[in-house]
């Protein structure tokens, strides 16, 4: 079964410019998550689409930062402008819609690297 | 999310069981731990997940005392490529999907 997939693995960028990062999750799985490190910080939490929708995008740090989902499969993130403070790892996580019995075990991807000069 | 308190690092020899301890102090009812591995330049991976008292698989096994106040992640003779971060989190997860909350992690160290 394949993995949870990112692309690119590693983007560099003026600052400025527009990004896009995008997340081929498991499939069948209808979680879609975002997260990212910053240099010297924790992984955060971005957002969380259930299929096509957003079920949380409390993390999404300001309106520079798009996510999308459409039809429910791969997601894409965007950033336009990127600013200095974007760098970091990207990192997209999948897993099944949860039931009443279950627990949501996070299946992440390998990450994608933005560096923004 | 409950807070956890894991240890900044630890060392160990190849072929030492190493055992790190995450404190939970204030984990609700419906909590369950997680931890997550994560090795250089990959995405974390799941490990093993417990609600109380011990949970074991062909990785490691996972102690939960009577309180669930803390727990203890034991890896059974560590080899070199067991050297990771290792990260403890504490969340009812058996939601329809829920936002992982990652601490610093423990980083630990293998060597030969």
């Known amino acids: 079964e394949a993995g949870v997939t990112q692309f690119p693995s590693h983007s560099v960028i003026e600052k400025g410019q527009t990004v896009t990062l995008r997340c081929d999750p498991i499939s069948g799985h209808d979680n879609l998550y975002w997260y990212r490190r910053v240099m010297g910080k924790e992984i955060k939490f971005l957002l969380h689409f259930v299929k096509e929708s957003k079920q949380d995008e409390s993390g999404m740090p300001n309106n520079r930062f798009l996510a999308e989902r459409t039809g429910g499969t791969y997601s894409t993130l965007k950033v336009q402008p990127a600013e200095l403070e974007d760098s970091g790892v990207y990192f997209c996580a999948s897993s099944l819609l949860a039931g009443a019995s279950s627990t949501d075990t996070q299946y992440f991807g390998p990450g994608t690297r933005l560096t923004v000069l | 999310l409950a807070k956890t308190t894991q240890p900044i690092s630890m060392d160990s020899y190849e072929g030492q069981e190493v055992n790190i301890t995450c404190s939970h102090n204030?984990?609700?009812?419906?909590?369950?731990i997680t931890w997550y591995q994560q090795f250089p330049s990959q995405g974390p991976r799941f490990i093993i997940q417990?609600?109380?008292t011990k949970v074991t698989n062909e990785v490691a096994s996972l102690f939960i005392p009577a309180d669930r106040k803390s727990s203890t992640l034991s890896l059974p003779r560590v080899s070199l490529s067991d050297t990771a971060v290792y990260y403890c989190?504490?969340?009812?997860?058996?939601?329809?999907?829920?936002?992982?909350?990652f601490g610093k992690g423990t980083t630990l160290s293998v060597s030969s």
């Open positions: 417990g609600y109380k």
């Open positions: 989190l504490v969340g009812a997860f058996n939601q329809a999907g829920t936002a992982l909350i």
């Open positions: 204030n984990i609700a009812t419906n909590d369950y």
